[in-house]
């Protein structure tokens, strides 16, 4: 079975500062997705970034970049020079293989709940 | 240019009623889900289909019905809703596999039964 561990419910950061947010998975299966989701206060769920299991390099999206060590089974997230609108929920997700036409389930950790100190 | 919405955002009704959440998506995706997120923010899986065909059917309440008119549209349908029903729920679409078949959600809908 697949499994997101996302170790610290709360996290606090300075502005401007960088900050990681821990993600660990489990799987057996080769090939799989990691994904990072953002959910702010409002609710909404914003995609982040993504990274394959089989990519050699570590994800990068503007201020967010994943660091992926496949060995660790780990794939965490740094976000850097942190912002007051970076306060928010933050959640791992896993694919593991497809469902059927193209259907995939993701698996959630349970989030951490940043916060940015001005 | 709202790429998956939902309606309504917000739902206040009472025990034993039937409601529905609608969901669209206009990014041409083929694949659309439903997911829901408990009272501590845990997002499970419901259902999804793919170009109108039911292809995840997780372990839910038969009380739940997924109907999907055409690949862009994604209703949810609950009979005889329960306390335990209140939840916030989100529609999302992805394209058929592939290297980034990101799931884009909906704004979710947060259901109350009172």
């Known amino acids: 079975a697949q499994k997101i561990t996302q170790t610290q419910p709360g996290m606090f950061v300075q502005e401007k500062e960088a900050v990681t947010l821990d993600c660990t998975y489990d799987?057996?299966?080769?090939?799989?997705?990691l994904f990072w989701y953002k959910q702010p206060s409002s609710g909404e769920m914003i995609f982040l970034i993504y990274?394959?299991?089989?990519?050699?390099q570590n994800a990068t999206e503007g201020r967010y970049s994943l660091n992926f060590q496949k060995a660790r089974k780990s794939a965490n997230l740094v976000i850097s020079a942190s912002q007051l609108g970076d306060s928010a929920m933050y959640f791992c997700a896993m694919r593991v293989g497809y469902s059927g036409a193209g259907s995939y389930q993701l698996t959630f950790g349970k989030g951490t709940k940043l916060s940015v100190i001005p | 240019d709202t790429a998956v919405s939902q309606t309504p955002k917000y739902l206040v009704t009472q025990m034993g009623n039937d409601k529905s959440i609608k969901c669209e998506q206009n990014l041409g995706h083929d694949t659309m889900y439903w997911y829901k997120q408990d009272s501590k923010k845990f997002l499970k899986i419901m259902f999804s289909?793919?170009?109108?065909?039911?292809?995840i059917n997780e372990t839910v309440p038969n009380r739940f019905s997924p109907k999907s008119p055409d690949k862009a549209h994604l209703n949810l349908h609950i009979n005889s809703l329960e306390l335990g029903d209140s939840a916030v729920y989100f529609c999302?679409?992805?394209?058929?596999?592939?290297?980034?078949?990101?799931?884009?959600f909906g704004p979710g809908t947060r259901l109350t039964v009172l």
């Open positions: 799987t057996s299966d080769p090939s799989y997705g």
């Open positions: 990274q394959g299991s089989y990519d050699q």
């Open positions: 289909y793919n170009n109108k065909e039911l292809i």
């Open positions: 999302a679409s992805s394209l058929p596999s592939g290297r980034k078949d990101t799931q884009y």
